[in-house]
Structure formats: structure tokens, C-alpha cells
């Protein structure tokens, strides 16, 4: 980086763009346009580092990122909800759920203690068959 140019100007043509009126708006709606451009560069810096962002592996990841993070969106709303079953209305491609088995505390507590039961080997044999 030390070698390189040293820039103190960078235009950027945005009539000659395909999508220059989203990008007109998007300059727009800033308040300051130099300091919001330097704010998206110092974040690809912090991400990629002192990289080409047209890179495919780059492109991949700047376009997965959103997918990905509505996927954990969607999943973190959905933990607490509760399963429901499947319609006839519903598609037919989705695995029916027929029944939902509804644990009580208590199940569960009863569960923690198999299992540290179940950590033991010789937990499991039942002596007074021995």
C-alpha cells in the first residue's frame, strides 16, 4: 500500500451506470456523501482487507451474507414458536407432521438425569437379572 498512488481525488460517473437513478437516489439521501463512501470502504477494508471486492470468492460472500443472515433471522423468530401440522391446503412437497409430542418440564429434567445415567455402561444393566 505504501508504494502505491497516492489519491487525493476519485470520481465516480454515475450517468453512465445502468442503475444510476437507484444510485442518484441512494447519493442523495446521504447527508454526506464522502464520509458515507469512506465509511463503506474502511468496512470492505475491515472485511476483505486491501483486496479487489470484484473477486469472485468476494462477490460470493457479499452476496450470501444477506441470505444468511435472514436465514438466522427467520430461525431465531421461529424457536419459540410452536409446531403446528400441515394442512391439506399446504404443499404437498413439505414433510406432514402428524403429531407433536408436548414435553413438560419435568420430561425434560427426568431426560438430564438418563442421560448422565446413561454415561455410566454398566449403569444400564439391570442387576436383578444377574
Do not use: C
Request: hydrophobic share 35%; net charge negative; glycine share 4%.
Amino acid at each position: 500500500m505504501g508504494g502505491k498512488n497516492r489519491r487525493e481525488l476519485v470520481s465516480w460517473r454515475i450517468n453512465k451506470l445502468p442503475d444510476s437513478e437507484q444510485l442518484n437516489d441512494w447519493v442523495n439521501a446521504q447527508s454526506n456523501v464522502q464520509n458515507s463512501i469512506t465509511s463503506l470502504v474502511r468496512h470492505m477494508i475491515e472485511q476483505f482487507g486491501y483486496r479487489d471486492i470484484t473477486q469472485h470468492d468476494i462477490q460470493r460472500i457479499l452476496f450470501q451474507k444477506p441470505l444468511v443472515d435472514e436465514l438466522k433471522f427467520v430461525l431465531s423468530e421461529l424457536k419459540g414458536a410452536p409446531l403446528s401440522v400441515l394442512s391439506e391446503n399446504e404443499s404437498s412437497s413439505a414433510i406432514p407432521v402428524t403429531e407433536v409430542e408436548h414435553i413438560t418440564e419435568s420430561e425434560i429434567r427426568n431426560s438430564d438425569k438418563h442421560k448422565n445415567a446413561n454415561d455410566d455402561i454398566y449403569g444400564m444393566i439391570d442387576k436383578t437379572s444377574l
